[in-house]
């Protein structure tokens, strides 16, 4: 950005050049780019996805489901490779039409069921199994308030705050300081709430704690965009106590694990397809790659 | 923004001077800036609101179910002025802790039960009246992964593109081309969808479509930012079919008409406290305000 005074065109057009980091993978139109079929394992739940917040979410999920014995909560986990196109493939497409991860596809009816957007997913799974989702409804309605709360809020945090202060091209100030002051806002939101509460929607932990905490958790633990000291993290107390809390859960961690393509080596359960898979992961045909 | 290079601090501090048009309401804390009650009317359900993209989903919802039969569904719609700073009265942070319309409260348990974010309130009114969410359990799953998409799609639209486009102090190119080129490629995934379906999640029309039409529906009518010809709106065949099939339904006219502080004043209803609102409405207290 200059101090060219800019007029946008009549009619925007498609400049392939523009677009920060993620150029390669951002695109005006919709649809798959190429044939490729998704895998299937074994189990009746196959996802589809990253260990970005959005696919830790739903990893978290379905290890604090079979953490609780829900054995049908098995899963083969493969991974999609957003930096390689992996969801514009024509399965992925298919099983998610917004090319985003994850996806998840229930084979254990007559007719597979795909099921898109991370709060969907944890939704679908949390009725199906019946748990981390209350059943009294006054309960179940606040999880569900803070579920969508979630869904609409961390697009200023992901998709616009972490985009300007960590990805485009240039930092700017505007964007920064209007993404910046927004996620403040909504880090004190849920700081003044766990202040009376010791989960997010009460007092028990669920699919909204899951949601919330894989973004916002993750963002005051210092995870995500080198920004803890910028938006002064350390400040929101309660958020912190709740953040830690589920961090060390045992499911919280192994959640973390699967698909994830960075960090360190002993991170990375690329896919999953087993409990045991945990334990006995071979790391020769991993290679490290960026945060 | 400017050539000087732009170096964050290492702290982000609040300067009350920048945010362009909404920076009077836009506030890195959250809670309370005053005391106000919120006042109740004689339905059960009373609604606080604003006739923005994300008001409009509910009062259709409601309007939909009226339309019905569903007489539970009557209700007061009190207006949220959010210039004003209304949104952060106590009364409406104990309604929605996150300050933004729309805010459900239903009286009609033994105690009152807060509802907030507007794809919660569209799930909870379809729960509680069996009307708009389909019951098949394949269907309501699709009709959920759009509802869900919507939510956290639209922040794209409105607070990316809509923000940088119509409301920032200047016009810059890289954050007008970034979320134009995302705006777009959600209104591919909505046409190709469209292309194959009635509605977005099938035959049947639900809270996805009010959801999603409140959104994606009015953009493509050109009521939004006045970005038509810049989007290319027109070029969206099925996203029209769909929109102005949607736009003619009398529930969606009622729907859009309260809670209304801007436009000609005979499409304005302030506030709706009877069926009969929309007939005897007086337009004497209205002052014109900018759309």
Redesign the interface.
Known sequence: ???T????????T??TE???RFASI??????PTHDKELPVGKHPLQLYSLATPNGVKVTVMLEELLALGHEGAEYDAWIINIGDGDQFGSGFVAAN???KIPALMDHS?E?P????????IL??LAEKFGAFLPED??AR??C??W???Q??????LG??FG???AY???????????F???T???L??L???LAERTYIAGDDYTIADMAIWAWYGQLVLGRLYSAG????VESYKNVQRWAKAIDARPAVSRGRMVNRAFGELHTQLRERHDAGDFETRTQDKLEPAAE
């Open positions: 950005m200059s101090d005074p800019y007029t946008p065109p009549e009619v925007w498609w400049d523009s677009g920060g951002n695109r005006p139109i919709a649809g039409p917004n090319s009816g007719t069921q795909r099921v898109f957007e991370s709060g969907a939704l679908y409804h006054a309605t606040e569900l308030s579920l969508f709360w869904m609409g809020s961390a697009p200023y998709g616009g985009h300007f202060y485009a091209p240039e930092k700017w100030q505007y964007p920064i300081d209007r910046a002051m927004e403040k806002r909504q004190d939101v700081d003044r709430e000291t910028f938006l002064d």
